[in-house]
């Protein structure tokens, strides 16, 4: 029997393997395409046949079953024994001081009237913060650029699950441009672009975390926030992660937005662990690549 996407795609007058359908319905699961109207998943399906890097991310995607597997249970989901690296008792001490600061907020914005208290209690939940992909886009990256972005693609579902907003910050010595899903939503136009863009030269890592702070300071949430790095490994200011600088700034994004940080390498070779101390988890794509 045909399913939904099958009886859909038979709209188009071209031809799709069983191969590509399974591709296909990995991106609307993935996606949730089928949120999107009729004539946007028009939009994308015919997108889907011209474009063979999606095609190619999706097949990623499935061929690297395990690692997603992986990805999708340890990120960004941080145990929480690591989340006390700094020690139990400074970690006590944040969540006591945060929790006050929640506890003096209530109580300002509650109000009377007669014998009513008006509590707003929405604005004690914690809301979730952001998931911010920090995706290394450079000479050396470009063979590796579909698996990356392959690797992003469940992200969305993550994001779309937790209601979580999902940013995109490709780089190279700076950024450029960079891309926002609010609560994992499909965007199509930034999503083609973001498909679609390729940069040159080498990568710098001190500007892509000036930004990551700055998106941090403009959602102002008291919730974890998770920061994934894709990286060749050696970015050309490594060494200036370890002065006291740096180690500030990266110490108050971890205190005061809860940023958690993850990397993901192509090789283990290249990665330098001094430079990422600041990392709660490290993956390496060396496998997958071969």
């Known amino acids: 029997m045909k399913d939904a996407i099958e009886t859909f795609i038979e709209q188009f007058d071209q031809q799709m393997t069983?191969?590509?359908?399974?591709?296909?319905?990995?991106?609307?699961?993935?996606?949730?395409?089928?949120?999107?109207?009729?004539?946007?998943?028009?939009?994308?399906?015919?997108?889907?046949?011209?474009?063979?890097?999606?095609?190619?991310?999706?097949?990623?995607?499935?061929?690297?079953?395990?690692?997603?597997?992986?990805?999708?249970?340890?990120?960004?989901?941080?145990?929480k024994a690591e989340r006390l690296a700094n020690g139990h008792e400074q970690y006590l001490y944040y969540e006591r001081k945060w929790s006050e600061l929640r506890r003096q907020k209530l109580k300002q914005q509650t109000t009377k009237s007669g014998n009513i208290f008006?509590?707003?209690?929405?604005?004690?939940?914690?809301?979730?913060?952001?998931?911010?992909?920090?995706?290394?886009?450079?000479?050396?990256?470009?063979?590796?650029?579909?698996?990356?972005?392959s690797m992003i693609l469940p992200l969305f579902m993550n994001a779309h699950r937790e209601g979580r907003d999902l940013y995109i910050v490709p780089y190279d010595r700076q950024i450029h441009v960079h891309y926002r899903f609010e609560n994992g939503h499909l965007n199509l136009a930034d999503f083609k672009s973001f498909i679609e863009y390729k940069a040159q030269g080498e990568a710098a890592i001190l500007p892509v975390l000036q930004f990551v702070k700055a998106l941090l300071q403009e959602n102002q949430l008291d919730a974890e926030a998770d920061v994934i790095i894709f990286t060749e490994g050696t970015p050309i200011d490594g060494q200036h992660l370890i002065t006291k600088q740096a180690r500030t700034m990266l110490e108050e994004m971890k205190r005061k937005y809860h940023a958690e940080f993850s990397v993901i390498a192509m090789h283990e070779h290249n990665f330098n662990k001094q430079q990422f101390w600041f990392a709660n988890k490290a993956f390496f794509a060396d496998d997958a690549i071969q």
């Open 18 to 79: 069983n191969e590509q359908l399974d591709y296909l319905r990995f991106l609307y699961k993935n996606l949730h395409l089928e949120e999107l109207s009729e004539g946007e998943q028009h939009y994308f399906i015919d997108y889907f046949f011209k474009s063979e890097p999606l095609r190619n991310m999706a097949a990623f995607a499935l061929e690297l079953a395990d690692i997603m597997h992986e990805i999708r249970e340890n990120i960004p989901a941080i145990e």
């Open 118 to 149: 008006y509590v707003p209690f929405h604005e004690y939940q914690q809301e979730p913060g952001p998931m911010i992909i920090c995706l290394e886009q450079t000479t050396g990256m470009a063979a590796y650029s579909d698996l990356c972005k």
